[in-house]
Antibody, heavy 119, light 108 residues
């Protein structure tokens, strides 16, 4: 079955970087893009960006450009999302989600990775 | 940026119908997607492209979109429908996805 398996929880200090991974299985990795969405404690969903499984092209949310980088490894069907210069308000659960293209819905989601930023 | 508005909470008795609105400027011209999120879990797609249902989603979930309002309707509400519901659109002017603030459905 289609599955997205994310890496374990992380605790980081302010100013550090974190990388979260998302391993896809059960479908053609090259045929879909992957989005990242985060959710701060008690808050709603925030889209962070997208990476194409086929080309590696990316599109980042305007408020995160310059601090986030998404990459992929087609040999392992894994996508990575790095956030730099972490602040306390980056504390959130980070989800990867499969997308069908620009403007399309997210039909499969990973289980989420909790990232805590604290001194 | 494009702004979506949802009611913070919707309460409904079991067996009745819950309607969750998502308002945005001329949202009827966009494709709206809806997600259900139960506490501590990842979101689940329940309606896409205004009114289509993914496989495995009960027919009790339906959607509509016109003018400035999109609506997710849950018929014959069950206790298991208690969750947060988020609408989502693509903002073509900013090349961004936008989520609504979410609505909490409580089954009385």
């Amino acid at each position: 079955q289609v599955q997205l398996l994310q890496s374990e929880a992380e605790v980081k200090k302010p100013g550090a970087s974190v990388t979260v991974s998302c391993k896809a299985s059960g479908y053609s990795f090259l045929s879909h893009g992957l989005n990242w969405v985060r959710q701060a404690p008690g808050q709603g969903l925030e889209w962070m960006g997208w990476i194409s499984g086929h080309t590696g092209n990316t599109n980042y949310a305007k408020n995160l450009q310059g601090r986030v980088t998404m990459t992929r490894d087609t040999s392992t069907s894994t996508v990575y999302m790095e956030v730099r210069s972490l602040r306390s308000d980056d504390t959130a659960v980070y989800f990867c989600a499969r997308g069908g293209g620009v403007g399309r819905s997210f039909d499969v989601w990973g289980q989420g990775t909790r990232v805590t930023v604290s001194s | 940026s494009y702004v979506l508005t949802q009611p913070p909470s919707v309460s409904v008795a079991p067996g009745q119908t819950a309607s969750i609105t998502c308002e945005g400027n001329n949202i009827g011209s966009k494709n709206v997607h809806w997600y259900q999120q139960r506490p501590g879990q990842a979101p689940v797609l329940v309606v896409y492209d205004d009114s289509d249902r993914p496989s495995g989603i009960p027919e009790r979930f339906s959607g509509s979109n016109s003018g400035n309002t999109a609506t997710l309707t849950i018929s014959r509400v069950e206790a298991g429908d208690e969750a947060d519901y988020y609408c989502q659109v693509w903002d073509i002017t900013r090349d961004d996805y936008v989520f609504g603030p979410g609505s909490t459905v409580t089954v009385l």
